[in-house]
């Protein structure tokens, strides 16, 4: 059975507030990958940032790297500056 890019996403989105820390930790560092393959980025760029307010210090680095990498490829593919701060 495949899963939708945007179920998979909100799955991994889930797994962040796993009661186990060590799944919290993990799941935090692959959303700067997973990004690219969601449907809804604008949600998946919003549910990052709240992922920067997470009381876990480890899950806030992991979000805050995990933007990084969007801001990154996103600057690196617009053709103008304005085009840089569009998601999606």
């Known amino acids: 059975m495949t899963k939708s890019p945007q179920k998979a996403w909100d799955d991994l989105i889930k797994l962040t507030s796993d009661e186990d820390s ?3 930790h993990w799941a ?6 997973a990004f690219f393959h ?3 980025k604008q949600k998946a760029w919003n549910d990052l940032h709240k992922l920067t ?3 876990y210090w480890h899950i806030r680095v992991n979000a805050n790297h995990s933007l990084g990498k969007v801001s990154i490829f996103k600057a690196s593919q617009a053709e103008t500056d304005k085009d840089s701060l569009v998601i999606g």
Not at 28 to 33: E, F, N, T, V
Request: charge should be negative; aromatic fraction near 0%.
């Open 53 to 55: 307010t997470d009381k």
């Open 22 to 24: 060590d799944v919290r």
């Open 28 to 33: 935090a560092s692959a959303p700067g990958s």
């Open 38 to 40: 969601t449907p809804d």
